[in-house]
């Protein structure tokens, strides 16, 4: 768990300082690094996280509806963060202190859901094999980090045009600690009793119906117009394969 605490923090803060090192990677690299991450977002969500939901003894019918609710859920933190969380680098609520309060909030709570994936993903697994392997529970990790760094890198990009340097990289780090802090806190919580096995198969149902309103926006919004893009539509091709590949083959 030490090591997931590490590459989550660092890989938000070291996606997020690139803005201030390499300014012109948003213009250039930006959309395609994020069109793979939604791509292998989507991707681990339908052949890992929702069939091990539906393997693993719950009730289905109640899963499909947490399922929905974190979907709601997303869209709700969306208004909150200006849609940060899948790549967009503006703000609604402006450069006041409030919206900034706003953007992290949003973020922040998103960002420690997620976290909660990499607590006891043993008592979801089903235990069952496909095409004779296991599921391999690094590709939820891989796919939490793809998403955070595009993710890191608007939220500094917005901040960066209404705060300081100092203040920036300080509620970058905010951002960075918060899905290792959903991590750690949902471990200490089930073993203290404070979360069941229920309450941890409802954690994963409410993050799955976010990943799988991130993705489907960073797919609606990669083309606006409904004109095929080539290189976005190869990136989005490769990264579900390598999705496909790390989870079966690996």
């Known amino acids: 768990m030490g090591l997931n605490f590490l590459l989550l923090f660092l890989t938000a803060f070291g996606a997020g300082s690139l803005v201030f ?6 213009d250039k690299y930006f959309k395609l690094v994020l069109v793979f991450a939604g791509s292998y977002l989507f991707s681990i969500t339908i052949i890992h996280l929702i069939p091990e939901l539906f393997t ?7 899963m499909g509806l947490w399922i929905l609710i974190g979907f709601l859920l997303q869209q709700l933190l969306e208004f909150m963060s200006s849609g ?6 503006h703000m609604h609520g402006g450069s006041t202190r409030s919206g900034v309060a706003t953007v992290m909030l949003g973020l922040f709570v998103h960002a420690f859901l997620e976290g909660t994936l990499l607590s006891h993903g043993d008592l979801i697994s089903s235990g069952e094999e496909v095409l004779g392997h296991v599921h391999n529970s690094n590709t939820v990790l891989v796919g939490i980090l793809m998403h955070k760094g595009p993710a890191a890198f ?3 990009a917005v901040l960066s045009s209404a705060l300081s340097k100092k203040w920036t990289l300080i509620l970058l780090g905010l951002f960075a ?3 290792p802090l959903g991590m750690y806190s949902s471990s200490l919580f089930f073993e203290s009793g404070l979360l069941t096995k229920d309450g941890i198969g409802i954690l994963y149902g409410l993050v799955a119906g976010g990943f799988l309103h991130i993705s489907t926006t960073i797919f609606f919004e990669s083309s606006p117009h409904h004109k095929v893009h080539w290189k976005k539509l190869l ?4 990264a579900a ?3 496909v590949a790390s989870e079966f083959l690996l």
Do not use: M, Q
């Open 21 to 26: 090192f390499a300014p012109k990677f948003r």
């Open 56 to 62: 693993s003894g719950y009730s289905a019918s109640s």
């Open 84 to 89: 940060i969380e899948h790549g967009h680098i």
């Open 154 to 156: 608007a939220l500094t």
């Open 177 to 179: 600690i918060a899905s």
């Open 235 to 238: 990136v989005s091709f490769f």
């Open 241 to 243: 394969a390598l999705a």
